[in-house]
Protein backbone atom coordinates (compact mmCIF):
# COMPACT_ATOMS: atom_id res chain seq x y z
CA UNK A 1 0.00 0.00 0.00
CA UNK A 2 1.23 3.63 -0.66
CA UNK A 3 2.27 5.44 2.30
CA UNK A 4 3.72 9.15 3.00
CA UNK A 5 5.80 9.31 6.17
CA UNK A 6 6.49 13.49 7.03
CA UNK A 7 8.78 12.30 10.34
CA UNK A 8 8.86 16.38 11.62
CA UNK A 9 5.34 16.97 13.41
CA UNK A 10 6.32 20.45 13.85
CA UNK A 11 9.57 23.29 13.04
CA UNK A 12 10.38 26.44 14.69
CA UNK A 13 12.57 28.50 12.75
CA UNK A 14 13.32 32.58 13.12
CA UNK A 15 12.51 34.63 9.99
CA UNK A 16 15.38 33.91 7.16
CA UNK A 17 16.56 31.06 8.21
CA UNK A 18 16.35 28.18 5.51
CA UNK A 19 14.54 24.95 6.72
CA UNK A 20 13.72 21.58 4.86
CA UNK A 21 10.70 19.73 5.37
CA UNK A 22 10.75 16.10 4.98
CA UNK A 23 9.28 13.42 3.03
CA UNK A 24 9.68 9.83 2.80
CA UNK A 25 7.69 7.89 0.64
CA UNK A 26 6.77 4.07 -0.21
CA UNK A 27 4.87 2.63 -3.39
CA UNK A 28 5.02 -0.11 -6.00
CA UNK A 29 4.16 1.63 -8.88
CA UNK A 30 6.92 2.40 -11.01
CA UNK A 31 5.48 4.86 -12.14
CA UNK A 32 3.74 7.37 -10.06
CA UNK A 33 3.47 11.23 -9.13
CA UNK A 34 4.50 13.07 -5.68
CA UNK A 35 2.98 16.42 -4.34
CA UNK A 36 3.63 18.91 -2.27
CA UNK A 37 0.97 21.43 -0.52
CA UNK A 38 0.63 23.90 1.75
CA UNK A 39 -2.48 24.64 4.01
CA UNK A 40 -2.24 27.95 5.64
CA UNK A 41 -4.17 28.70 9.07
CA UNK A 42 -7.34 29.88 6.85
CA UNK A 43 -7.42 26.05 5.91
CA UNK A 44 -7.54 25.70 2.16
CA UNK A 45 -5.27 23.41 0.45
CA UNK A 46 -2.71 25.27 -2.50
CA UNK A 47 -1.04 23.01 -4.96
CA UNK A 48 2.70 23.86 -4.80
CA UNK A 49 4.27 21.28 -6.90
CA UNK A 50 4.16 18.52 -8.84
CA UNK A 51 6.77 15.94 -9.91
CA UNK A 52 7.09 13.18 -12.01
CA UNK A 53 8.78 9.66 -11.43
CA UNK A 54 11.00 9.79 -13.87
CA UNK A 55 12.10 13.31 -13.75
CA UNK A 56 14.68 13.23 -11.00
CA UNK A 57 15.77 17.08 -11.64
CA UNK A 58 15.65 19.62 -8.55
CA UNK A 59 13.75 22.69 -9.13
CA UNK A 60 13.99 25.68 -7.84
CA UNK A 61 11.07 28.13 -7.54
CA UNK A 62 11.94 31.84 -5.96
CA UNK A 63 12.47 30.66 -2.54
CA UNK A 64 10.95 27.09 -2.93
CA UNK A 65 13.24 24.04 -3.93
CA UNK A 66 12.74 20.55 -3.88
CA UNK A 67 14.90 17.40 -3.80
CA UNK A 68 13.39 13.84 -5.31
CA UNK A 69 15.74 11.22 -4.69
CA UNK A 70 14.23 7.91 -5.67
CA UNK A 71 16.94 5.80 -4.48
CA UNK A 72 16.09 7.06 -1.03
CA UNK A 73 12.25 7.75 -1.87
CA UNK A 74 12.64 11.22 -0.78
CA UNK A 75 11.29 13.82 -2.07
CA UNK A 76 12.57 16.85 0.74
CA UNK A 77 10.65 20.61 0.48
CA UNK A 78 13.33 23.56 1.52
CA UNK A 79 12.35 27.16 1.79
CA UNK A 80 15.20 29.52 1.99
CA UNK A 81 14.95 32.51 3.77
CA UNK A 82 11.84 32.48 5.53
CA UNK A 83 8.84 34.60 6.19
CA UNK A 84 6.33 34.67 8.52
CA UNK A 85 3.83 34.12 5.59
CA UNK A 86 5.48 30.85 5.29
CA UNK A 87 3.96 29.65 8.43
CA UNK A 88 1.66 26.62 7.57
CA UNK A 89 1.01 22.59 7.67
CA UNK A 90 2.91 21.32 4.91
CA UNK A 91 2.02 17.96 3.13
CA UNK A 92 3.42 15.97 0.78
CA UNK A 93 1.44 13.48 -1.35
CA UNK A 94 1.76 10.39 -3.63
CA UNK A 95 -0.60 9.17 -6.56
CA UNK A 96 -1.66 6.07 -6.66
CA UNK A 97 -3.75 4.78 -9.90
CA UNK A 98 -7.77 4.11 -9.41
CA UNK A 99 -9.75 2.22 -11.75
CA UNK A 100 -8.51 0.90 -15.40
CA UNK A 101 -6.84 2.75 -17.98
CA UNK A 102 -4.21 4.45 -15.70
CA UNK A 103 -5.81 7.72 -16.08
CA UNK A 104 -7.44 7.89 -12.77
CA UNK A 105 -5.91 8.53 -9.57
CA UNK A 106 -6.05 9.34 -5.79
CA UNK A 107 -3.62 11.10 -3.75
CA UNK A 108 -2.39 9.35 0.07
CA UNK A 109 -1.19 12.25 1.90
CA UNK A 110 1.81 12.61 4.93
CA UNK A 111 0.57 14.03 8.48
CA UNK A 112 1.65 16.82 7.61
CA UNK A 113 4.67 19.05 8.92
CA UNK A 114 3.40 22.21 11.04
CA UNK A 115 6.08 24.92 10.15
CA UNK A 116 6.23 28.27 11.94
CA UNK A 117 8.22 31.12 11.50
CA UNK A 118 9.05 33.75 13.83
CA UNK A 119 9.81 36.94 13.11
CA UNK B 1 -10.67 29.03 -15.32
CA UNK B 2 -11.56 26.50 -12.90
CA UNK B 3 -13.29 26.93 -9.99
CA UNK B 4 -14.53 24.67 -7.03
CA UNK B 5 -17.31 25.91 -4.22
CA UNK B 6 -17.81 23.57 -1.16
CA UNK B 7 -20.50 25.22 1.09
CA UNK B 8 -21.02 25.75 3.85
CA UNK B 9 -18.42 27.29 5.78
CA UNK B 10 -18.99 26.18 9.22
CA UNK B 11 -21.56 23.70 10.71
CA UNK B 12 -22.70 23.22 13.78
CA UNK B 13 -24.93 19.80 13.76
CA UNK B 14 -26.14 17.52 17.10
CA UNK B 15 -25.68 13.87 17.64
CA UNK B 16 -27.84 12.10 15.50
CA UNK B 17 -28.54 14.87 12.80
CA UNK B 18 -28.75 14.41 9.05
CA UNK B 19 -25.80 16.08 7.26
CA UNK B 20 -25.30 17.31 3.73
CA UNK B 21 -22.44 18.95 2.18
CA UNK B 22 -22.26 20.25 -1.35
CA UNK B 23 -19.77 20.85 -3.41
CA UNK B 24 -19.53 21.86 -7.10
CA UNK B 25 -17.25 22.59 -9.86
CA UNK B 26 -17.47 24.78 -12.52
CA UNK B 27 -14.85 25.43 -15.79
CA UNK B 28 -14.12 21.97 -16.56
CA UNK B 29 -16.11 18.99 -17.31
CA UNK B 30 -15.74 15.55 -16.29
CA UNK B 31 -13.72 15.85 -13.44
CA UNK B 32 -12.52 13.41 -10.56
CA UNK B 33 -13.94 14.67 -7.91
CA UNK B 34 -13.22 13.24 -4.09
CA UNK B 35 -13.76 13.74 -0.57
CA UNK B 36 -11.43 14.32 2.18
CA UNK B 37 -11.55 14.81 6.01
CA UNK B 38 -8.68 16.47 8.26
CA UNK B 39 -9.39 15.62 11.63
CA UNK B 40 -7.34 16.38 14.74
CA UNK B 41 -3.68 15.32 14.74
CA UNK B 42 -4.11 16.98 10.90
CA UNK B 43 -3.41 14.19 8.50
CA UNK B 44 -5.90 13.99 5.34
CA UNK B 45 -8.26 11.23 5.02
CA UNK B 46 -9.48 10.43 1.50
CA UNK B 47 -13.02 9.12 2.14
CA UNK B 48 -14.79 8.44 -1.38
CA UNK B 49 -13.91 9.39 -4.75
CA UNK B 50 -15.14 9.34 -8.26
CA UNK B 51 -14.64 9.00 -11.87
CA UNK B 52 -17.97 9.90 -13.31
CA UNK B 53 -21.64 10.73 -12.58
CA UNK B 54 -22.81 8.01 -10.46
CA UNK B 55 -19.38 6.31 -9.38
CA UNK B 56 -18.39 6.34 -6.32
CA UNK B 57 -15.88 4.82 -4.41
CA UNK B 58 -15.31 4.54 -0.57
CA UNK B 59 -12.45 4.10 0.50
CA UNK B 60 -13.04 4.05 4.04
CA UNK B 61 -15.87 2.18 5.76
CA UNK B 62 -18.21 4.82 7.32
CA UNK B 63 -21.00 6.34 8.93
CA UNK B 64 -21.13 8.94 5.29
CA UNK B 65 -21.96 8.37 1.87
CA UNK B 66 -21.46 10.26 -1.18
CA UNK B 67 -23.47 10.76 -4.55
CA UNK B 68 -22.72 12.58 -7.82
CA UNK B 69 -26.12 13.30 -9.18
CA UNK B 70 -24.54 15.70 -11.97
CA UNK B 71 -21.39 15.96 -14.05
CA UNK B 72 -19.69 18.30 -11.59
CA UNK B 73 -21.27 18.02 -8.33
CA UNK B 74 -20.00 16.33 -5.17
CA UNK B 75 -22.38 15.43 -2.14
CA UNK B 76 -21.29 13.62 0.94
CA UNK B 77 -24.43 12.97 3.03
CA UNK B 78 -24.83 10.95 6.86
CA UNK B 79 -28.29 9.98 8.18
CA UNK B 80 -26.80 10.45 11.33
CA UNK B 81 -24.35 11.98 12.54
CA UNK B 82 -21.66 10.70 15.32
CA UNK B 83 -19.55 12.85 17.37
CA UNK B 84 -16.46 11.29 15.29
CA UNK B 85 -18.15 12.81 12.60
CA UNK B 86 -16.43 16.05 13.78
CA UNK B 87 -13.56 17.23 11.22
CA UNK B 88 -12.59 19.16 8.32
CA UNK B 89 -13.85 18.20 5.35
CA UNK B 90 -12.61 19.09 1.81
CA UNK B 91 -13.89 18.45 -1.75
CA UNK B 92 -11.45 18.31 -4.28
CA UNK B 93 -11.20 18.18 -7.98
CA UNK B 94 -8.74 16.77 -10.88
CA UNK B 95 -8.58 16.65 -14.69
CA UNK B 96 -9.25 12.58 -15.46
CA UNK B 97 -5.56 12.22 -17.01
CA UNK B 98 -2.14 13.03 -16.70
CA UNK B 99 -1.93 12.97 -12.65
CA UNK B 100 -2.82 16.32 -13.15
CA UNK B 101 -2.67 18.34 -9.38
CA UNK B 102 -5.95 17.94 -7.34
CA UNK B 103 -6.98 21.51 -6.61
CA UNK B 104 -8.99 21.64 -3.07
CA UNK B 105 -12.14 23.62 -2.20
CA UNK B 106 -12.28 25.79 1.35
CA UNK B 107 -13.64 23.05 3.14
CA UNK B 108 -15.80 23.06 5.75
CA UNK B 109 -15.40 22.64 9.45
CA UNK B 110 -18.02 20.38 11.23
CA UNK B 111 -18.90 20.41 14.54
CA UNK B 112 -21.37 17.08 15.95
CA UNK B 113 -22.21 18.38 19.51
Known amino acids: AQKVTQAQTEISVVEKEDVTLDCVYE???????LFWYKQPPSGELVFLIR??????QNEISGRYSWNFQKSTSSFNFTITASQVVDSAVYFC????????????????FGKGTLLTVNP | SQTIHQWPATLVQPVGSPLSLECTVE??????LYWYRQAAGRGLQLLFY??????ISSEVPQNLSASRPQDRQFILSSKKLLLSDSGFYLC????????????FGNGTRLTVT
Open chain 2, 27 to 32: GTSNPN
Open chain 2, 92 to 103: AWSRGFDNSPLH
Open chain 1, 93 to 108: ALSEAVGSGGSNYKLT
Open chain 1, 27 to 33: TRDTTYY
Open chain 1, 51 to 56: RNSFDE
Open chain 2, 50 to 55: SIGIGQ
